[in-house]
């Protein structure tokens, strides 16, 4: 298995840009989920999918992220216009919902920096 | 509300020496919990989860994880510590009532002495 694939893997960009983050879950998988990891704030859970479809984004920290999933291979967190406080590392995790341990795999993670 | 604490921040140990790093957690509901490795500048790998099937649990490279719901605590363990095993390691219980959440602890930086 090829595990959680995201791209691009490093991203330097500078504020204002539009910034698009991708991610391919496990094959079977039909959960995702994308993390903000910084040093002040630890891991952050910022959006769930689950058959596609969006159960919780309360985690967005604001209007200027988005993210979507348009089929069950593919999905994709845009920030538009991005700022330096968005310097971050992105994970994408995917998981199958009918397993009990609700168990996560990630993938290897994008690091974002903003000029 | 279902929460954990790794109880150490960093812990510095010889190579060749046992690793113990000690993760306490609360829960409503019957736990998973899992032992998540993080080596610097790399993804989250996970290293062994506790399903209710048995209660130690053996992971990769040689570390182990006994869940204890008398003393509630999942304390990770090695017998024999090596330099590749330097990283950042994070105790983790699934939020079993949200049905996703994953609760995360702050970590635990390993640091291996030569």
């Known amino acids: 298995d090829a595990g959680v694939i995201q791209s691009p893997r490093h991203e330097v960009t500078e504020m204002g840009q539009e910034v698009t983050l991708r991610c391919k879950p496990i094959?079977?998988?039909?959960?995702l989920f994308w993390y903000r990891q910084t040093m002040m704030r630890g891991l952050e859970l910022l959006i769930y999918f689950n058959n596609n479809v969006p159960i919780d984004d309360s985690g967005m920290p604001e209007d200027r992220f988005s993210a979507k999933m348009p089929n069950a291979s593919f999905s994709t967190l845009k920030i538009q216009p991005s700022e330096p406080r968005d310097s971050a590392v992105y994970f994408c995790?995917?998981?199958?919902?009918?397993?009990?341990?609700?168990?996560?795999?990630f993938g290897p993670g994008t690091r974002l920096t903003v000029l | 509300a279902q929460s954990v604490t790794q109880l150490d921040s960093h812990v510095s140990v010889s190579e060749g020496t046992p690793v113990l790093l000690r993760c306490n957690y609360s829960?409503?509901?019957?736990?998973?919990l899992f032992w998540y490795v993080q080596h610097p500048n790399k993804g989250l790998q996970l290293l062994l989860k506790?399903?209710?099937?048995a209660t130690l649990v053996k992971g990769i490279n040689g570390f182990e994880a006994e869940f204890k719901k008398s003393e509630t605590s999942f304390h990770l363990t090695k017998p024999s510590a090596h330099m590749s095993d330097a990283a950042e390691y994070f105790c983790v219980v699934s939020d079993k009532g949200s049905n996703y959440q994953l609760i995360w602890g702050a970590g635990t930086k390993l640091i291996i002495k030569p």
């Open positions: 094959s079977g998988h039909n959960s």
């Open positions: 829960s409503s509901y019957s736990p998973s």
């Open positions: 506790y399903t209710s099937a």
């Open positions: 995790a995917s998981s199958f919902a009918g397993d009990s341990t609700d168990t996560q795999y």
